[in-house]
């Protein structure tokens, strides 16, 4: 028997991660000036309205980019709603959910935090991508926000001066991509070493 026929979604639906992972090379490479859509459009073997059509501009483009890495997949479902979160949250000791968290901190830098800094580095000088570096720190802070308000009700009481407002705020700054930038990409530490590294650092900075 032959092979079955490829359909013209799954066709549209190779070309369009193609054109994506063309993209994510040259975004890292280049950075967000240096690459352009023609350039995109000739890595990925396209014609350069292709990329236009497909996803209608180059900063649209690098959006989708981050949210393919951040999530994993392009399955329509929430950081919360994912089972690696869940798992946080109903994680009864309060060390090992803040282990947890790191945990899942890192497996989303493997992924993201080459694509996070394409676009923090280009803020300053694109209103749009300003606009999205602020949107992702907000939704970094929600879910942080969220795991501390479970750390709280499992830990009775955070070390003192800490709520859950506090605790989120340090693990967005424990658990972000700039540590992660200047620890593993800047020197040289190894994601295993940040894991745990961020693990401590969590639990000694917010429980008792």
């Known amino acids: 028997m032959g092979e079955r026929p490829v359909t013209r979604a799954e066709k549209a639906r190779r070309t369009r991660r193609r054109m994506l992972d063309a993209a994510g090379r040259l975004f890292v490479e280049q950075g967000w000036?240096?690459?352009t859509v023609e350039g995109i459009a000739r890595a990925a073997e396209?014609?350069?309205?292709?990329?236009?059509f497909t996803f209608g501009s180059k900063r649209a483009l690098l959006k989708e980019l981050l949210d393919l890495a951040v999530a994993g997949d392009a399955e329509p479902v929430t950081t919360l709603d994912r089972p690696w979160a869940r798992e946080v949250v109903a994680e009864p000791d309060p060390a090992r959910q803040l282990a947890r968290q790191a945990a899942g901190a890192r497996a989303v830098l493997e992924r993201a935090a080459p694509v996070l800094e394409v676009v923090r580095s280009a803020a300053a000088a694109d209103p749009e991508l300003a606009a999205l570096w602020r949107t992702n720190q907000e939704q970094r802070h929600?879910?942080?926000l969220h795991f501390a308000r479970a750390l709280t009700g499992k830990a009775g009481e955070l070390r003192a001066g800490f709520d859950a407002e506090a605790a989120a705020d340090v693990a967005l700054a424990v658990l972000g991509p700039e540590s992660?930038?200047?620890?593993?990409?800047g020197r040289g530490w190894s994601p295993e070493r940040w894991e745990r590294?961020?693990?401590?650092a969590l639990v000694r900075q917010l429980l008792r």
């Open 180 to 185: 992660w930038g200047l620890l593993v990409d």
């Open 142 to 144: 929600a879910a942080q």
């Open 33 to 35: 000036v240096g690459t």
């Open 46 to 52: 396209v014609a350069t309205q292709t990329v236009y």
């Open 197 to 200: 590294w961020a693990a401590d």
